[in-house]
């Protein structure tokens, strides 16, 4: 089983900046790609940002030149650095990764427990 575990949320002033982390841990043999996930109340959950192992990005629109995403893929952890926050940027933020886990040899896609960020203005 791959857990992710999510820290950094918390609440911050507009224009503001705060720092996710999520490490990846249990039986994972490769995170493939890892990524950021939100979803404000009400609303479905929309993509943040992602990366590969290979270096790649993905990002929002309405996230670019703000948010950085980042790796450290010998510890199988991802960060998003989010500065002039919004806020339209409240949400609960989720990680995510597509890795292959051990246990099957198949990628799959988990999920951590997510973490709550508020901006306020």
């Known amino acids: 089983q791959v857990q992710l575990v999510e820290s950094g949320g918390g609440l911050v002033q507009a224009g503001g900046s705060l720092r996710l982390s999520c490490a990846a841990s249990?039986?994972?043999?490769?995170?493939?790609?890892m990524g950021w996930y939100r979803q404000a109340p009400g609303k479905q959950r929309e993509l943040v940002a992602t990366k590969t192992s290979g270096g790649s990005t993905n990002y929002a629109d309405s996230v670019k030149g703000r948010f950085t995403i980042s790796r450290d893929n010998a510890k199988n952890t991802v960060y998003l650095q989010m500065d002039s926050l919004k806020p339209d940027d409240t949400a609960v933020y989720y990680c995510?990764?597509?890795?292959?886990?051990?246990?099957?040899?198949?990628?799959?896609?988990?999920w951590g427990q997510g973490t709550q960020v508020t901006v306020s203005s």
């Open positions: 995510n990764a597509w890795a292959i886990a051990t246990t099957t040899g198949a990628p799959g896609t988990y």
């Open positions: 249990g039986s994972i043999f490769s995170a493939i790609t």
